[in-house]
């Protein structure tokens, strides 16, 4: 499971069982608008990125590098067999092994949905965590007025920690069991409204 699949759920339910179940493209998620957001993201990251100063790589390889203080941008993807869950932050601050995720993000406040993404992939790290004396956390880049970023920490406190366990198994769930419709304002339920209304009048019918 990956954070867009957490990302979708958290989103709509109906949505993300209707694209994961193959019975709408991905490509309907979004509104025109919300896709320039989207797309408008990718820029600023990409732009984040290409700034980055390059980090050489220690004789001790991967393990070293994690063990030392660096922040790390554009890393590659993580899998965690034990926890099935498969992702790629947007970067880390490796914190003497204690790996704090990296999220960067086009808007400029700090939101509810980025410290999800954050618990993810904080979660997600766990199996080669070598150090977490400073706690669960992690930072998002956020665009600053001047078009340049700042970086804010997000304290992963226990509550949004167990919200994150608990949408990881209600994606589980609805793989295995389906979703029900409820009425939503997502561009999907939008869209397809008279259909969510009826479904949803039909399940009210029956029980």
């Known amino acids: 499971m990956s954070k867009t699949d957490v990302v979708r759920y958290l989103r709509c339910p109906y949505a993300f069982w209707l694209v994961d179940s193959g019975q709408l493209s991905s490509a309907k998620l979004l509104s025109p608008f919300e896709e320039q957001l989207a797309q408008d993201g990718v ?33 590659r993807t993580f899998r965690s067999p034990r926890l099935r869950l498969i992702g790629r932050p947007d970067g880390l601050v490796t914190a003497s ?11 400029r406040l700090l939101k509810h949905s980025d410290c999800i993404e954050l618990a993810f992939y904080w ?20 665009r600053a007025e001047d078009g340049s970023f700042t970086r804010q920490p997000a304290a992963l406190t226990p509550p ?48």
């Open 43 to 75: 820029s600023f990251e990409r732009g984040i990125f290409a700034a980055a100063p390059p980090i050489a790589m220690p004789p001790g390889g991967e393990a070293e590098l994690f063990s030392e203080d660096h922040t790390l941008l554009d890393v």
């Open 160 to 207: 949004v920690l167990a919200e994150t366990e608990a949408l990881i198994k209600a994606v589980r769930d609805a793989r295995r069991y389906g979703v029900e419709p409820v009425i939503c304002r997502c561009t999907v339920c939008r869209g397809i409204r008279r259909t969510v209304l009826a479904l949803c009048s039909f399940l009210t019918f029956i029980r």
């Open 97 to 107: 092994g204690s790996l704090q995720p990296i999220e960067i993000k086009s808007h």
């Open 123 to 142: 979660l997600l790290l766990s199996d080669i965590r070598t150090y977490g004396a400073a706690g669960p956390m992690g930072w998002v880049f956020l």
